[in-house]
């Protein structure tokens, strides 16, 4: 599987505009499905890259981080997860990810800094894994899987199941008390008045 | 489906985001991605007993 997004934008992120205007029961309905979107995209027994033309913005860089491999663009597109900035944690799952695709010290620069990276320092680090104009971009992301999508899938799905089950396991104990407070974050009154901030810029 | 588009590339499988210019993410997007994902296990996953239960838990 290929997740593509835009040339301008592989995916902005959350759209606080709508969220905002959410009360507490369907923006906790909302967070539970993204999150159940994220570990069902995570947990595909299918080989997946995200080949990323666009910026990758928080929630982007989030869903990009469910594939197995990252392509990005060779132009000058910003990825990262700016959460902290907005006064709510990064989602449980994106975090165990992460300090998996990226090791620990790269993860938490990212997070505590909450600061976007271009596709060149996210090669550095391993948060992408090639780098491609993007005229070839999803070309090489299709033959990097069709590839592996050739062995047989049992051996394929195995190993992978082995790749996610520390963090499957981490996530399944966790999730719901994490989900919670993330949304005590997202309601409390301070991160309400920063988020309508950022609103502004969609 | 609205938000996200499949496309079939034989033995590989293109999910496209399709809201927009920035693909903000909001609850319809979300709805698309769990239709997508279902549709693309039963579509391409010839293989699952792993990942089934866990699936069909959710």
């Known amino acids: 599987m290929i997740f593509a997004g835009g040339t301008r934008f592989f995916s902005i992120g959350l759209s606080l505009p709508e969220l905002l205007q959410l009360d507490r029961e369907s923006m906790t309905e909302f967070w539970y499905d993204f999150d159940q979107a994220l570990f069902n995209l995570f947990t595909l027994p299918l080989p997946s890259a995200c080949a990323i033309a666009g910026h990758a913005i928080a929630g982007g860089t989030i869903l990009a981080l469910t594939c197995d491999y990252r392509l990005a663009t060779a132009e000058k597109k910003l990825l990262g997860l700016n959460e902290v900035k907005l006064g709510v944690p990064v989602p449980y799952l994106a975090d165990l990810i992460l300090r998996q695709t990226v090791g620990d010290r790269s993860a938490t620069e990212l997070l505590y800094r909450g600061d976007f990276i271009d596709t060149e320092k996210a090669l550095e680090i391993g948060l992408v894994d090639e780098v491609y104009q993007n005229e070839h971009l999803e070309e090489r992301a299709v033959e990097r899987i069709a590839k592996i999508a050739t062995h047989p899938q049992h051996a394929f799905t195995t190993i992978k199941s082995n790749r996610l089950e520390a963090i499957r396991l981490r996530y399944e104990a966790n999730n719901r008390s994490k989900n919670e407070e993330f949304l005590n974050c997202w309601f409390s009154l301070p991160v309400q008045k920063l988020l309508a901030i950022a609103a502004k810029k969609f | ?58």
């Open chain 2, 1 to 58: 489906m609205q938000k996200i588009s499949i496309e079939d590339k034989g033995a590989v499988a293109i999910l496209r985001l399709t809201n927009g210019v920035t693909n903000a993410i909001g609850p319809e997007l979300v709805k698309d991605l769990s239709i997508a994902s279902t549709q693309i296990r039963h579509d391409f996953c010839r293989w699952d007993p792993i990942f089934q239960y866990r699936f069909e838990s959710s």
